[in-house]
């Protein structure tokens, strides 16, 4: 090639190579006089959150009168009704209660007393197509139930599912197809006086759904290298490296690392969809009556994902219906849907009877739910309609969209919560590469 010639494709190279963008969080400046919720602050428009609890309020009897719009029961969440600092709490009531800033940082705090989870997605999706992707956080370490934990799921767009499975299947329909999943480990044992350790598990889940442990540098718990505490958040760092293949998972700060291992198999995809949740499944159990057992809060701060595609979530202007039979829930968003988006929900109602109107009711679409290893009728399922590959989204423009279905052997209404619109740019989205693995085998 002659050097003018060379030069010139070195400059084409360049141009055509996307833009590196990171996604950053920290509350720097939020200093609320009492807990603000998390759904009304201003950075809550970087975040899609699904806050779930299994059971329905229980001021009446099981079906039509049971309120799965509020929460089965109240609990205390760190941070007093004047955002002072643990160990004062302040009532936790609503849904939206659940996740919220205080002195410049956000907590999450959930209880069912069956199984509740809190889930956030931020914004942007993990672009893995270059040799390093990073995730990283600030998270408090103090464990009030060895039933209560936090995790972070990395999954390709086209399998995630907005409740994300955990160490406890209770309540959901199993793990997605193909992700990675990081979490605080369940002790789902009874500790007495002691405190629950803080020791990280991490699994890769395979195209058939199938959950395999992988190594871990050594057994340790956090608690080895230092004091947990409520007040105080830690650096945790997650890295995908050697092409998808490599993860790590470490306390910078301390010079250790939980994991630092090569995958089973690659990653299947050169994006992923980053989850942060938190889980509880009935705290109080197997506890002794430990003075120690009680719904967790969790602090979170210092947000950091790099590179990232950004993508826009647009939220419905109420987040959770209960409707009888048949009848059309109307799901109004402020701003029309922009070209390629997608509607994000979960429903609890009879199999595969949702049905989705964009032109109010002249015609109906029966989604599918995403994939699930197991599909339970009486669970909420996630929904993710549209399809990437056909070209087929939600109509651009759209401001309303029609929900309706039928009730399962709760009663005869059906439950839509936590309702979104995702848009993604239809040429950074198609330019990922999705790989069909064989699957994973442990050794």
């Known amino acids: 090639m002659k050097p003018v010639l060379a030069v010139l494709f070195v400059l084409l190279v360049i141009l055509a190579a996307p833009e590196v963008t990171t996604f950053t969080e920290d509350w720097t400046g939020s200093s609320p006089d009492s807990p603000a919720s998390f759904l009304s602050h201003p950075t809550g428009v970087n975040w899609d959150i699904t806050s779930h609890a299994r059971n329905g309020h ?3 009897p099981w079906g039509q009168f049971r309120n799965f719009d509020k929460l089965p029961s109240e609990w205390e969440a760190h941070h007093t009704e004047t955002c002072s600092a643990p160990p004062g709490t302040h009532t936790v009531q609503e849904f939206a209660d659940t996740v919220f800033i205080c002195r410049e940082h956000m907590m999450t705090s959930t209880f069912g007393p069956g199984a509740a989870q809190v889930v956030l997605t931020p914004n942007h999706f993990l672009d893995l197509s270059d040799e390093e992707a990073v995730v990283r956080f600030d998270i408090s370490t103090l464990r009030t139930a060895g039933r209560d934990y936090w995790q972070v799921n990395l999954t390709p767009l086209l399998d995630h599912q907005q409740l994300v499975s955990g160490a406890i299947v209770a309540d959901f329909n199993g793990f997605p197809r193909n992700s990675i999943m990081i979490n605080l480990k369940l002790v789902d044992s009874t500790f007495g006086t002691s405190r629950a350790p803080g020791e990280i598990d991490a699994f890769q889940i395979d195209n058939n759904f199938v959950s395999t442990a992988l190594p871990p540098v050594f057994n340790v718990n956090y608690d080895d290298f230092l004091e947990p505490d409520a007040a105080r958040r ?50 109080y159990k197997n506890c002794s009556g430990s003075a120690l057992c009680a719904p967790n809060t969790y602090h979170w701060d210092n947000f950091h994902l790099e590179p990232t595609i950004p993508f826009t979530i647009i939220k419905a202007d109420q987040y959770s219906y209960q409707v009888p039979n048949d009848e059309p829930i109307a799901i109004n968003f402020s701003t029309p849907a922009p070209a390629n988006s997608r509607l994000r929900f979960t429903a609890m109602g009879e199999a595969y009877s949702i049905q989705v109107s964009y032109d109010n009711g002249i015609t109906w679409q029966t989604p599918a739910p995403q994939p699930m290893d197991t599909y339970d009728d009486g669970a909420f399922w996630p929904y993710f309609t549209g399809d990437i590959e056909a070209g087929y989204f939600v109509p651009e ?3 309303s969209v029609l929900i309706r279905g039928r009730g399962n052997w709760l009663g005869d209404f059906i439950v839509v919560r936590d309702i979104s619109l995702w848009s993604m740019d239809s040429a950074s989205i198609s330019s990922f590469q999705y790989q069909t693995y064989l699957p994973l085998i442990a050794d």
């Open 234 to 283: 830690d650096t945790l760092e997650i890295k995908l490296t050697n092409n998808r293949s490599h993860l790590s998972v470490c306390m910078p700060v301390y010079s250790k690392c939980f994991f630092d291992t090569d995958l089973y198999q690659p990653f299947p995809s050169d994006l992923a969809v980053v989850q942060f949740s938190h889980h509880s499944y009935n705290p």
């Open 397 to 399: 423009g759209t401001t």
């Open 58 to 60: 229980s001021d009446g």
